[in-house]
């Protein structure tokens, strides 16, 4: 086998990692490899457009003829003038030119353009005769080719008619502009009346509204005996309802007040009624007579006392009766003490009682004036607001009433002046000497130029856009969102490929080629993408047949055996197999073998795997065929048979790669993916769709089959893409390193 070469494109050198999502829109550099596809399609159908354009502008200048006659009209603006005032009134840009639109809207509404063909110099036109007396045709055609246009920023609005002679383009326009002019005074005379008439009806109705709204006025008053119903205007101001309700509301809420406070002191006094003295009763106490009679005999006796016992001693019959006497007033004194404080608070609870009542009697009749005032408070504000609402009308009545006096006399002014308005012509429209079309070439060129070039430009998308196959790795990014791990380029890429090299021995008959370098930058990719031990049992797969699996796992395998792994090719696919055609027996003088076991005879326990194993007559890669059709492949795959062959071989192979059939044509794929270790996809760039892809990759995963990548197979390269490049810039590498071996 050769020694594999280093491969200096990134062609074939693929993230082997999970891909973020794509977006799903073109981005730029795919939207430039698309024109640089199509080219040729976008600048033909833009050559197709400019010679269009222009075929078009000369057959109509030769079969169409048209002219143009135009004329312009004087527009003076309408001025309102003020009897008060002296001057003329500046009229803003905006006013002016909508007069001017409104001059121009009465050229072209229908009415005019039914008087114009009622002139009889129109009749005798050769236009009018061309519609054969159909009046509906020929106001159709005025509509569409004559104009009449308010100029911004001047005071001039333009007539223009286009028709095929020019002598009668010009004949018209005149016919309209005089006509135009004839009825013009007449025609605002008449709407001024019939302006100062409605507005004259208006005004009555509207005096009349007043009156009956001032009617309503003293009606509201004489209903409600009140005669200052209406505010004074800049000042605050109450009415003495509202005064006097206010007033009451004040002292019902103090006298409220009042009446908790004193109920608040009368719990009190209950409870001092029945507990200790306090000092306001003790000094209402020392202040009583009996009492200070009382503590002056006190202290006499005590007095005596104290000379008695110093005279007599403490058991004289004087000393004993002096003390009793002291007992007895200190005694009468408590008494005394006693009866003031039972008086004192039983009057300070009287009083309160007494006082509380009072204070209730009068929040009753409070209570009564206020509700008294509220009801009268509430007439007033429901003769106000019936009285706010008429007064509201009639001072609206009174604005309407002087507006419309103000427009009376301005309309007055504006129809016994003379000037207003006033349109005067600039002049007779002239015979156009050349053709619209001549003057427009520059116009036809350009736009067929254009519309070519886009219909091109969409013929393009569509024919791109139209193709969903998976075609590019940016396809497999956007639509299919699973590792590449190599593409592998049409046979018609390589130019080292011949005629006489198998594709599925490409490695081994032609290992300096583009193709055979993919396929090891695929066992590369590979590699990377996990430890050995996750892809040692390894199911080539694709979604339909003749997609290129079998040439992928073929060459895979001799890549494997290239780095000395022993490498064991089985084939899967009972229904096509492949694999007994690419390595045939080699046939033995002698032999008497009669039977080919293979994978279905070792299934089926007609052989052991020993027996159905023989070698490819490449080192290192031995196959097991496919063997007899079984008549339940599916059935026969996932029994434990099977998963005793893959264990038992995973001792004695490095590698294990398994040839199996079309996901999407039998189940045995999905039954061999639940099996082997991990899933290598293959995707036939001039055949898969990208329904298809996906649909293989989402029945995979619905079996949870582990999907270590996809290869793009027969990948061509397209224009605006890098294959081309990169193929010539790998020979030139190839021819380099050649050189420098032979020199070597």
């Known amino acids: 086998m050769a020694e594999e070469k280093p491969m200096a494109s990134s062609m074939m050198s693929r993230p082997v990692g999970p891909r973020p999502p794509a977006a799903a829109s073109l981005t730029a550099k795919e939207v430039f490899g698309i024109l640089r596809r199509h080219i040729l399609l976008i600048v033909f159908f833009t050559a197709l457009g400019l010679g269009a354009g222009g075929g078009i502008w000369k057959l109509l200048q030769m079969r169409y003829p048209r002219y143009t006659a135009k004329t312009f009209i004087q527009v003076l603006p309408p001025t309102e003038k003020d009897p008060m005032t002296i001057g003329t009134v500046q009229l803003q840009k905006d006013i002016l030119y909508g007069y001017r639109q409104s001059i121009a809207n009465l050229i072209k509404q229908q009415s005019s353009l039914e008087d114009l063909l009622n002139r009889d110099n129109v009749k005798e036109t050769r236009w009018f005769n061309r519609f054969s007396g159909d009046r509906r045709r020929a106001v159709n055609y005025l509509n569409k080719h004559f104009g009449a246009y308010a100029h911004r920023d001047s005071e001039f609005v333009e007539i223009s008619m286009t028709c095929g002679a020019a002598k009668e383009a010009a004949d018209i326009v005149n016919e309209m502009l005089n006509l135009f002019l004839a009825t013009r005074g007449d025609t605002e005379q008449q709407e001024i009346s019939k302006k100062l008439k409605g507005l004259e009806d208006q005004r009555l109705r509207v005096q009349s509204e007043l009156d009956a709204a001032n009617k309503g006025l003293d009606d509201i008053r004489a209903a409600y005996n009140l005669t200052d119903l209406e505010l004074p205007v800049g000042r605050y101001f109450q009415h003495t309802i509202t005064i006097r309700l206010n007033d009451l509301e004040l002292q019902k809420n103090e006298l409220d007040l009042a009446i908790k406070q004193l109920q608040a002191d009368i719990g009190n006094l209950q409870e001092l009624a029945t507990g200790p003295i306090t000092e306001q009763i003790e000094f209402q106490i020392e202040r009583d007579p009996v009492m200070l009679n009382l503590a002056q005999q006190l202290a006499f006796l005590e007095a005596q006392l104290s000379g008695r016992l110093t005279k007599f001693g403490e058991n004289h019959r004087d000393v004993r009766q002096a003390r009793e006497l002291i007992e007895e007033t200190k005694k009468r004194r408590e008494q005394r003490k006693d009866e003031i404080a039972n008086q004192t608070r039983r009057a300070n609870l009287e009083n309160a009682r007494d006082g509380l009542i009072v204070l209730q009697k009068r929040f009753e009749e409070l209570e009564a004036l206020r509700q008294e005032a509220e009801a009268q408070k509430k007439e007033l504000d429901l003769a106000r607001i019936q009285y ?47 053709m619209v079309f001549t003057r427009q070439w520059w116009l036809w060129f350009p736009s067929g130029t254009m519309l070519g070039l886009l219909l091109g430009l969409a013929l393009a998308f569509l024919v791109e856009l139209a193709n969903d196959l998976v075609r590019t790795p940016s396809d497999v990014a956007r639509f299919l969102r699973i590792p590449l791990l190599g593409i592998i380029p049409d046979a018609s890429e390589d130019s080292q490929i011949s005629r006489r090299v198998e594709l599925c021995h490409v490695v081994r008959q032609a290992p300096y080629s583009v193709t055979s370098e993919s396929y090891r930058q695929c066992r590369a990719n590979l590699k990377l993408s996990g430890p050995p031990e996750s892809f040692k049992t390894l199911l080539v797969s694709s979604g339909m047949a003749r997609d290129g699996k079998t040439s992928m796992a073929v060459n895979l395998a001799t890549t494997f055996v290239a780095t000395d792994k022993k490498v064991l090719l089985i084939d899967a696919n009972f229904r096509q197999p492949n694999l007994h055609l690419l390595f045939p027996k080699a046939q033995t003088e002698g032999s008497a073998e009669s039977f080919d076991f293979g994978l279905s005879s070792i299934l089926m326990h007609q052989c052991t795997s020993s027996e159905a194993v023989r070698p490819s007559g490449i080192e290192g890669l031995d196959i097991i065929e496919c063997g007899p059709l079984p008549a339940n492949p599916a059935e026969l795959l996932s029994n434990a048979r099977m998963e005793e062959l893959l264990a038992k071989q995973r001792t004695n192979y490095d590698y294990i790669i398994i040839d199996g059939p079309p996901v999407l044509l039998v189940s045995d794929a999905k039954v061999l993916a639940g099996l082997v270790d991990a899933t290598l996809l293959v995707f036939n760039a001039a055949a898969t769709s990208r329904g298809a892809a996906q649909r293989t990759i989402r029945e995979l995963r619905e079996v949870n089959a582990r999907i270590v990548g996809c290869v793009l197979f027969a990948a061509r390269s397209i224009k605006g893409g890098y294959f081309q490049e990169q193929f010539k810039s790998y020979r030139k590498y190839q021819k380099k390193a050649r050189l420098a071996g032979s020199t070597a």
Do not use: H
């Not at 604005?399 to 000037?419: C, G, H, R, T, W």
């Open 388 to 434: 706010e609402k008429r007064v509201k009308i009639r001072d609206e009545r009174l604005a309407m009433l002087d507006s419309i006096k103000e427009q009376v006399e301005k309309f007055k002014i504006m129809y016994n002046d003379p000037e207003t308005p006033k349109v005067l012509a600039v002049g007779l429209a002239p015979i156009p000497l050349e």
